[in-house]
């Protein structure tokens, strides 16, 4: 079992950064992953990252902007988004997976889901 924990969300103007962190307790060992849901949409792959950090994919929307990272030794995950842009604004969700897969930008591969933490990215 594995509990995760959203926290550093809230509201920004466009072109600020903010860092989302994410706390995991209980089994270890898995790639992690950040989604976003916005009102109204469905909850879509923002970025993911393998066990050992050692590979990250983003989603295009985000590339460039955003960066996935882990810090195994304090059971964390974190995005740092740069340059927000209004269409930024979502629930943002970490999520963990415990298996293998290639299709890492569907929700339904994940297995263990936070709360979420609301990012507001006014004009």
């Known amino acids: 079992q594995v509990q995760l924990v959203e926290s550093g969300g809230g509201l920004v103007q466009a072109g600020d950064s903010l860092r989302l962190s994410c706390a995991a307790s209980?089994?270890?060992?898995?790639?992690m992953g950040w989604f976003r849901q916005a009102r109204g949409k469905e909850r879509e792959f923002v970025a993911t990252i393998t066990w050992s950090g050692g590979s990250t994919y983003y989603a295009a929307s985000v590339k460039g902007r955003f960066t996935i990272s882990r810090d195994n030794a304090k059971n964390m995950v974190y995005l740092q988004m740069n340059s927000l842009k209004p269409e930024d604004t979502a629930v943002y969700y970490c999520?963990?997976?415990?298996?293998?897969?290639?299709?890492?930008?569907?929700?339904?591969?994940?297995?263990?889901w936070g709360q979420g933490t609301q990012v507001t990215v006014s004009s």
């Open positions: 999520a963990a997976r415990t298996q293998y897969s290639a299709y890492y930008t569907r929700p339904t591969e994940y297995d263990y």
């Open positions: 209980g089994r270890a060992g898995y790639a």
